[in-house]
């Protein structure tokens, strides 16, 4: 059954196929055989035209050329040789008067010459000329492409016989080249003759006659196939071998340039020059359209007789088959036998067909879901292929925007645990999924009644594009707002889940989205400065500052308030620095971390001064460290680092107590009395005490948090500015009266500590 009715269609379709098969091939094979005999029927008829034309042009000018070479004017001229007497200078005007009038009577002449070849002296249509200003004058107004000396001119101006034809190319704008006969004078002298009449003919203007006859290409050939004219390259008839054609005339398909053309050959009788014509087919693009017409009336006789075969055979050969399709709705898969012809191959592939699409629907609507997720992620983030209709994509996706004004929330979900304390078989990728459809359902409710939202999920966020449909800009803002308040409350009081929420500002554009969702990430940012859980919009966020307070002097006060484990002025003054920073402006969240991990480091500046050994201490520094990277706002990084504070500040005060307090203040007392010594050093302290001085470096930095010779300087550079502020005393004076060897020396300390010189320090003071 199976090859019986493969057989029976194959045979159709061969019979169907083979009709416009016969049909065209005969079409061809006519229209060939038309376009070969019309292609060289008018090829023909053209030349011919263009061979008369261009015959009476070139007899026109060799019978003016014998009419002046036997003129008696002409001849009494140059058998003169003297050209300066009077009466052969007025004959010598009478013939440029003679010569012009030649020229203006016939628009093809450019210019006449009689040229003395014994005195290399001419006669112009204007003027008298030497050969070799001839020479140049020729030379300038032509310009020939190929370059020759004067001798070489000479030998090109000399005519022999009745006259001869040459081409030149020149560069001269706009013509196509020179035409030149030259003509021996007197004309019965070939050898040597005393003078040479030249006649420069237009050559453009010869072919722009040719043109106007023939629109293919035409190329004149001398007796010698030397190039005389052409209306294309000269270089392409060299592609064709003239030999191949008969003696008179002649036709040939041939290929010139790369292209097909049909090529004529016809000779002159009265000139001995070739003519060749040469019609690419495109010209006779008429008669190839009416050729391409003819071909699609054949086709179209194709189509309809061998359609109604196609329609019999198909008629007849599916009649079967729709008995079969009305037989497969009564079937099920299972009593379908394997195998068969293919009637029992299109049943079983039927029922498959309908398990496969039902399967494919529904993995479809699960797509459709991924799909919606993946176009909007693209789409905040700007990276939506623009290339590609969105209207088409949403469409396909069911995304239907109904106005041109939008808003972005961003969800952030901190803490879910709780909402899965009951004891549950999810994985995690499955509490993730319930979580995310429970928040977009919450928050579809909450704004779907009056707005279009669409969710995605984006870098482990959920976000919310609402489209708004109210004009009220305002009340949109204010809505949306406590829309999300609501949401959020829903989702914290009833379900224990936190989250932190960015809101945009309403823009206009489906272009302006990804600036929405800028905005609904940068104001989510701001849960650093603000705190965990909150709802901010990016109308609430203030023109951040970029700079923090926090200078040299008061890191060094908070680093010896540490090292001398006084932890009520160390705290103080680190909620006194992050209130200065924090207050009269937003703070950027950038510069806000800097902050925060200035006053880390400078925490852990001052536990490497103190030389702290405890391990647990130790490790509780390593610890610190980590924390401060891993909090997530400004409070947790605040309430960490007093911890930390409080740690070091105990272990400080632990440590100094276990110290001898009493020699401490003997070795300040010391210090005190001596200050202004400039013979007081750290070897001197030592000896007075009678201690190694190394120990006593060491012994004074844990019981004060500083080294010896710091607290020295420190304590002159006291003395310093008191005296700075208080006295006009030049700085030789104040250094001996303070201690310092020299005034550089107190220069160089003052510099150290207080970051400016005592002259700039003297001048703020009294400037204030």
């Not at 065209?24 to 006519?30: D, I, N």
């Not at 797509?367 to 983030?381: A, D, P, Q, S, W």
């Not at 504070?645 to 307090?661: G, W």
């Amino acid at each position: 059954m199976r090859r019986k009715v493969f057989h029976l269609w194959l045979y159709s379709y061969l019979i169907i196929l083979f009709i416009p098969i016969l049909i065209t091939t005969t079409v061809l094979v006519y229209s060939q055989k038309m376009l070969d005999s019309e292609v060289n029927r008018t090829n023909d008829a053209l030349l011919h035209q263009v061979r008369q034309a261009v015959d009476n042009q070139i007899n026109d000018i060799r019978r003016m050329g014998t009419q002046l070479a036997n003129d008696p004017k002409m001849l009494s001229y140059y058998s003169r040789y003297n050209y300066d007497r009077p009466d052969v200078k007025l004959l010598g005007n009478e013939l440029i008067s003679s010569l012009r009038s030649y020229t203006v009577a016939n628009g093809t002449i450019s210019d006449i010459y009689l040229f003395d070849k014994r005195k290399h002296y001419a006669l112009t249509t204007s003027t008298y000329l030497s050969g070799e200003e001839l020479y140049r004058r020729f030379r300038q107004t032509y310009r020939p492409v190929d370059d020759f000396t004067y001798e070489q001119w000479l030998t090109w101006l000399d005519g022999s016989g009745k006259g001869a034809f040459r081409s030149l190319n020149t560069g001269t704008d706009g013509a196509k080249g020179l035409l030149v006969y030259t003509q021996s004078l007197p004309v019965q002298q070939t050898q040597e003759p005393p003078a040479v009449l030249v006649i420069l003919l237009k050559q453009e203007r010869l072919i722009s006659q040719i043109e106007s006859i023939s629109q293919g290409l035409i190329y004149i050939m001398d007796d010698r196939n030397r190039s005389i004219l052409a209306t294309g390259s000269p270089a392409d008839v060299t592609e064709i071998d003239l030999n191949d054609f008969p003696e008179d005339h002649g036709f040939q398909n041939v290929s010139i340039g790369g292209e097909k053309a049909a090529a004529t050959y016809i000779s002159s009788s009265d000139t001995g020059w070739k003519y060749v014509s040469v019609v690419p087919l495109s010209i006779y693009a008429e008669k190839v359209t009416m050729l391409k017409r003819l071909i699609a009336v054949s086709f179209l006789l194709c189509i309809g007789l061998g359609g109604g075969f196609v329609y019999w055979f198909t008629h007849r050969n599916y009649r079967p088959i729709r008995h079969m399709i009305d037989m497969v709705s009564t079937k099920v898969k299972s009593n379908i036998e394997r195998g068969g012809n293919e009637f029992s191959m299109l049943q079983r592939f039927i029922s498959e067909s309908a398990a496969f699409e039902e399967e494919a629907r529904r993995k479809m609507r699960e797509h459709e879901k991924t799909g919606v997720n993946h176009i909007l992620g693209r789409l905040l983030k700007g990276k939506f292929d623009m290339s590609v209709s969105p209207s088409q994509v949403f469409d396909m996706l069911d995304i239907r925007f109904e106005s041109d004004r939008f808003v972005v929330l961003l969800v952030q979900i901190e803490d879910y645990e709780k909402l899965f304390s009951q004891p549950a078989d999810l994985i995690p990728e499955q509490k993730l999924h319930f979580l995310y459809l429970m928040v977009t359902n919450i928050f579809e409710e909450m704004l779907g009644e009056r707005y279009k939202v669409y969710f995605s999920e984006v870098d482990g966020m959920i976000a919310c594009v609402v489209n708004i449909r109210d004009e009220c800009e305002v009340a949109s803002k204010e809505d949306i707002f406590q829309a999300v308040r609501e949401a959020q409350a829903t989702l914290s009081n009833g379900f224990l889940v936190q989250m932190s929420i960015g809101i945009s500002d309403i823009h206009s554009r489906q272009a302006s989205i990804p600036k929405c969702y800028g905005e609904a990430l940068e104001a989510l940012g701001y849960k650093f400065v603000l705190g965990p859980n909150q709802v901010i919009s990016h109308g609430m966020i203030q023109s951040p500052r970029h700079n923090i307070d926090y200078s040299l002097e008061l890191e060094r006060q908070l680093i010896n308030f540490i090292a001398t484990g006084n932890y009520e002025e160390a705290g103080s003054l680190l909620h006194r620095i992050l209130l200065q920073n924090f207050t009269g402006g937003t703070l950027s969240n950038q510069f806000g971390k800097l902050l925060m991990f200035e006053l880390a480091g400078t925490m852990l500046k001052a536990v490497e001064q103190v030389q702290i050994g405890n391990e647990e201490m130790i490790a509780r520094k390593n610890n610190f460290i980590m924390q401060v990277a891993e909090c997530g706002t400004f409070v947790e990084m605040e309430k960490m680092s007093l911890s930390f504070l409080r740690n070091v500040c105990d272990y400080i005060q632990d440590k100094k107590k276990s110290h001898n307090s009493l020699l401490k203040d003997r070795i300040l007392d010391y210090v005190h009395e001596h200050v202004t010594d400039t013979k007081l050093s750290l070897t001197d302290i030592s000896l007075a005490f009678n201690m190694n001085p190394t120990y006593l470096s060491r012994f004074f930095k844990e019981q004060t948090g500083e080294n010896l010779v710091d607290y020295v300087n420190q304590s002159r550079i006291l003395l310093a500015k008191q005296l700075l502020r208080s006295t006009s005393a030049s700085l030789n004076e104040i250094s001996e009266q303070v201690g310092f060897a020299s005034s550089q020396s107190l220069i160089r300390v003052f510099k150290k500590y207080e970051g400016i010189t005592p002259g700039q320090f003297r001048t703020q003071h009294h400037a204030g």
